[in-house]
């Protein structure tokens, strides 16, 4: 196994994974949770970080069932497992599906074998294709995520890149502009980087070269295809990470607490800092934030007001979004929005 070149994300290298022990862990972690919060109902199931698809499928059975022993899995539960092409094969697909996914998450990153290799993917774009197209050939929903703006990168490549995507009849895909971060191969490379301005504009030649529409800063998808995982997470629900690195935002008799593991980490937080995260992560999408008691608090509407071109306001004054002009400067008008 290996980790690529711009990854910063948590991970530990093994030749020989244990899976049973790893399974035991995860659902000992699930039990735990089940006592804390009791027969709650799960909308959702993510299975991220890493490489989920390289687990067992009996791991992930016992870990399904585990799940469905301490909590209610809601009828028409949506359960997403992340993979990388070259880790599953069309019969172990076959068999997640049956034991529970409904949802594939392929990490193609490029359909340039050359760009997969700068970017120290293991796999090719033709291994990327089969993957989508047995995933497709199940009846499974399937989104890909793809990485732009590399070194020497252009709008043109960006539309290239948008038209071969076209081309797959995607429903849902993640387009990630490349960042660059320390303690990672890139970070160590003095790499020649697209400007802020170059960047900007190949953000919206996606918007208007990919067929599939926007709904969140780098989320594209036709209508009723969203990841309803990432939108509830976004809105401000609430949710458990399980595993290493896994962290969540718990809501227990109405307090919210910060959650990282079955007791790694669990700390109150401020109902204050809760909104302000909720505002944060529901102004990534493109239908913003709703405006309620505890946004009303710390939203500047006087900003919002004086500001049409980067902030919209819906028409029963119940929600606000970023604008298309608002999305190229969301950080910094983050800052301008919350007070």
């Known amino acids: ?107 193609v990153q490029s359909l340039d074998n050359k760009k997969l290799k700068f970017l120290g993917r293991r796999h090719d774009a033709n291994t990327a294709l089969k993957l989508i197209d047995s995933a497709n050939n199940i009846g499974m929903r399937v989104s890909a995520d793809f990485i732009y703006g590399m070194p020497n990168d252009t709008v043109d490549d960006i539309v290239k890149l948008c038209d071969d995507i076209n081309a797959l009849g995607l429903r849902h895909c993640s387009m990630y502009e490349l960042t660059i971060e320390e303690n990672t191969p890139f970070g160590k490379m003095n790499l020649n980087m697209p400007t802020n301005d170059e960047m900007a504009q190949m953000y919206m030649a996606i918007d208007d070269r990919l067929n599939i529409p926007r709904y969140e800063v780098s989320n594209y998808a036709t209508h009723g295809n969203e990841c309803r995982h990432n939108m509830n997470i976004w809105d401000g629900a609430p949710y458990i990470g399980i595993g290493r690195g896994g962290a969540g935002r718990v809501l227990i008799n109405n307090r919210w607490y910060e959650q990282m593991g079955n007791g790694e980490l669990f700390n109150p937080l401020d109902r204050s800092a809760r909104t302000i995260e909720r505002v944060i992560t529901g102004m990534r999408m493109v239908r913003g934030v709703a405006l309620d008691s505890d946004t009303k608090k710390i939203i500047n509407m006087e900003f919002v007001k004086s500001n049409p071109d980067l902030i919209s306001l819906n028409n029963d004054g119940t929600r606000i979004a970023a604008t298309k002009q608002g999305m190229l400067i969301l950080d910094e008008l983050l800052l301008n929005l919350v007070g």
Request: hydrophobic letters at 40%.
């Open 1 to 107: 196994m290996s980790k690529c070149n711009y990854c910063a994300f948590f991970s530990r290298a093994c030749a020989a994974p244990d899976w049973d022990q790893y399974t035991d862990s995860i659902v000992a972690e699930l039990n735990y949770w089940g006592q804390q919060l009791g027969k709650i109902s799960i909308p959702t199931i993510f299975f991220g970080g890493g490489t989920p698809s390289l687990m067992p499928v009996e791991c992930f059975e016992k870990i399904i069932y585990a799940i469905n022993k301490n909590f209610l899995i809601a009828h028409g539960c949506e359960i997403t497992l992340e993979s990388n092409p070259g880790t599953i094969d069309a019969n172990k697909l076959h068999d997640f599906c049956a034991a529970g996914v409904n949802r594939l998450s392929v990490g």
